[in-house]
């Protein structure tokens, strides 16, 4: 009975962790794969292509700029159509995974103009916030960019 009962209780434990490491693997999955979903929208951004960036984007999704302006999915679309990029890229990316949800936050470098034609030469950071949507498909819901300031 003892023996019995020392064997369940190894098997038991034997499945938790083997679930944890499934946990983790998963996770990992996740993490990397919303990275690259940043990159991806990093690239479209300096190639002015919202065409790549409306489907990473969900219908309500929110955009605060380090300027305090909050905008809409169309509204960030035009801008980054109009958008012209030098530079535009995002570094020491990080993800936290909370079940459906990832939040993602990063660096960013932009050198160019702006939507208005404006000159932009600067260094911020911003945060993300994706969901896990029906069917599997990850989209950033919000996004909050601050001016580095040194």
Known sequence: MKRTLVWCVVALLSLMV???AQDKKMGGGTEQAIAAL???WADAG???NPD????L???KFVNTDS???VTGKAETLASTKA???EKNEIGNVKVTVFGKTAIATGDWVGKGTDADGKPVDT???WTDTWVEMSGGKWQCVASHGSTVKM
Do not use: N, T
């Open 123 to 125: 260094h911020e950071r």
């Open 38 to 40: 940043e990159q991806k």
């Open 52 to 55: 790549v960036i409306a489907p």
């Open 67 to 69: 300027s305090g302006k």
């Open 83 to 85: 958008s012209k990029w």
């Open 46 to 48: 300096k190639a002015s």
């Open 57 to 59: 984007l969900a219908d």
């Open 18 to 20: 083997a679930a944890q």
